[in-house]
């Protein structure tokens, strides 16, 4: 019975704070979470945002997937050539100077 009250007093709590984030992705849902854990408990968030937690463990451990980590070193070597040139080469000139280097990506990435 006290932890039903607990549920329907915290849960509403949890809506009105985390109302932005219902449309968002699911790291910011996780970010949400891990930024409101010392007010709310940790199952209502959960619960309330429709994340497992068992999800929010895993991004805990690494909140960047592989895809998004090779994107961040991608766009390092992107912005090199692209700034050394002043901003005049364009992205077939960018494209061909990564091929050339070894880095092989899509003209669109």
């Not at 209502?44 to 980590?69: E, F, G, Q, T």
């Amino acid at each position: 019975m006290k932890a039903e009250l607990n549920r329907t007093t915290e849960e509403p709590d949890i809506r009105k704070k985390a109302a932005a984030h219902f449309g968002q992705t699911v790291r910011l849902k996780y970010a949400f979470i891990d930024q409101h854990r010392h007010l709310f408990r940790l199952i209502s968030m959960c619960r309330v945002m429709k994340v497992h937690r068992s999800d929010y463990y895993a991004w805990k451990l690494k909140p960047l997937s592989n895809r998004a980590i090779e994107d961040t070193a991608l766009l390092v070597e992107i912005k090199r050539p692209y700034e050394e040139s002043c901003g005049i080469y364009s992205s077939p000139l960018i494209h061909f100077n990564l091929r050339e280097v070894g880095i092989i990506c899509s003209i669109t990435k």
